[in-house]
Each structure stands twice: as structure tokens, then as C-alpha cells.
């Protein structure tokens, strides 16, 4: 056996993945997305300590709880998986979107929710619309008369029943709770090819930025403030509206 060098960085186990994890500083310009909530990777995170795997995962992923009580789904609680389980994508029935890594799973009724849709929040505001929106866990349409369907008023397309939204009751005014919960000025990216792709990187930008608000205060753990801002862009408005 040849002698290895002690390695001054330490690394760490995590039961996701099979290689030990190391610290790593992700830059917004990486483009890296977390291998656990398939978000956007930016601040404080780990890295596979093998060279050849593109494993990465958030500080804030590491350490999910591994079941959760969600008001979306109360008569069972949610389980953290670390891979989809059905052996191929799962559609999150928060958003509506793929998902082939971490997720917040019922086995009982197969209703799966992205990690990052798990704890986006309640409440948010947003410039172009002058009430705050509430987070609902189905569109105001279920339950109506066949043929009668929500469209998400920021996109107009139509949306499943089962969607979440976030809902002006008074206006009747709601968006998806991906990328169109987020009002600011999209430059679609060059390089991703097709329109999925940047659908996709949307949805990641404006989840991230949520699970990270999110997770700041969870850390902080005591914020009196009644507003707070989602992410340092000036462009963006979307805040956290503590009730
Ligand atoms: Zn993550
Ligand atoms: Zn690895
Ligand atoms: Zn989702
Ligand atoms: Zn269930
Ligand atoms: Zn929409
Ligand atoms: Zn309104």
C-alpha cells in the first residue's frame, strides 16, 4: 500500500452519497446545482472529494429533516428520500416540475415536493401586484364544475388543480409557485439550449433564493423585522411577510 499524505481538509459523510464530501465555496458564475434540491448551488456548500464527481450539495441540504408534517399533505407526514422512487423522474406536485433527486415523499398517496418547494413561503409580496399573495396548496378552481380551470396569471398557462399557488383571493389574482412567483426581468441564458432548459434555470434561481432566505432564518432563528428581502439583486422584489 502506498502512503497518502494526510490531508489537512476534513471531509464528511453524508448518506446520500457514497464518497466522502469536502467544504466548497460555490460563485453564482459556476452555474453548479446542487445534486439534493437541483437548485442553483451558491454560498457555503460541499463537494465530492473525488475529482471526477460532480456531487454537490448546499450546507442547507446536508442537514434536512427527515420527515416533515406539511400543511399541503396532513394525514401523513413527509419523508426526505435522496433519489426519486420510482427508478425515474418524479413531478412535484407543488410545482409541477421534474425532480430526480431529494424529495419530500408520502408513499401512501405518491405525493412527492421538491425540498426546495417544501419551505418556500406562506406569504409574499410582490411590485406588480399591490396585496400580498397567500401560498394555497390546490388552484381556487379544484372542486368547481368540469371545464373550469386556473391560469396562472403571470404565464397564463393553465394549471393543474392540484398545483399550489400563491392567490389574491380578493383580486382572484395567482401564479405558479416556480419562476412565476418571482416578478423580475428574465434574460433568458445563452448557452442553455431550448425553452425547458430556461424554464427550468428560472425556477431554480427563484427557489434557491427563497430556501436560502429560508434557511437564514431558520439559523437566525429570531427576526422581528416584518419584511425581508429575498436575494441582494435590486431588480428583485419578492419578500418574506412574517404573519
Ligand atoms: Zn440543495
Ligand atoms: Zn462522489
Ligand atoms: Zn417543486
Ligand atoms: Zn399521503
Ligand atoms: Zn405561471
Ligand atoms: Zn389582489
Not at 454560498?43 to 400543511?71: V, W
Not at 426526505?80 to 412535484?92: E, F, I, K, N, V
Not at 401586484?129 to 401560498?135: A, R
Request: aromatic share 10%; charged share 25%.
Amino acid at each position: 500500500m502506498a502512503s497518502t499524505k494526510p490531508v489537512n481538509r476534513p471531509s464528511m459523510r453524508h448518506p446520500s452519497h457514497n464518497h466522502p464530501l469536502r467544504v466548497f465555496k460555490a460563485q453564482e458564475e459556476d452555474e453548479i446545482i446542487c445534486s439534493g434540491c437541483e437548485l442553483e448551488l451558491t454560498g457555503q456548500a460541499f463537494k465530492c472529494t473525488k475529482s471526477d464527481c460532480d456531487y454537490f450539495l448546499h450546507k442547507s441540504c446536508i442537514d434536512l429533516p427527515r420527515e416533515i408534517n406539511h400543511k399541503s399533505h396532513p394525514d401523513h407526514p413527509l419523508t426526505l428520500l435522496h433519489s426519486s422512487p420510482y427508478g425515474q423522474a418524479y413531478t412535484c406536485d407543488a410545482c409541477g416540475q421534474y425532480g430526480s433527486a431529494f424529495t419530500y415523499h408520502c408513499s401512501e398517496c405518491q405525493y412527492d415536493v421538491h425540498v426546495g418547494c417544501a419551505f418556500i413561503p406562506e406569504i409574499v409580496e410582490r411590485e406588480d401586484h399591490e396585496h400580498t399573495l397567500t401560498l394555497i396548496y390546490n388552484t381556487p378552481c379544484k372542486g368547481l364544475e368540469e371545464g373550469v380551470t386556473f391560469i396562472c396569471d403571470v404565464c397564463e398557462e393553465t394549471m393543474s388543480e392540484n398545483l399550489w399557488v400563491y392567490y389574491c383571493k380578493e383580486c382572484d389574482y395567482g401564479t405558479h409557485v416556480h419562476s412565476c412567483a418571482v416578478y423580475e426581468k428574465h434574460e433568458p441564458k445563452k448557452e442553455r439550449g431550448g425553452e425547458e432548459a430556461i424554464l427550468e434555470a428560472l425556477r431554480m434561481e427563484s427557489l434557491m433564493n427563497a430556501r436560502q432566505e429560508l434557511e437564514n432564518m431558520r439559523i437566525r432563528n429570531k427576526i422581528n423585522n416584518s419584511v425581508i428581502h429575498f436575494g441582494d439583486e435590486p431588480e428583485r422584489r419578492y419578500y418574506w411577510v412574517r404573519k
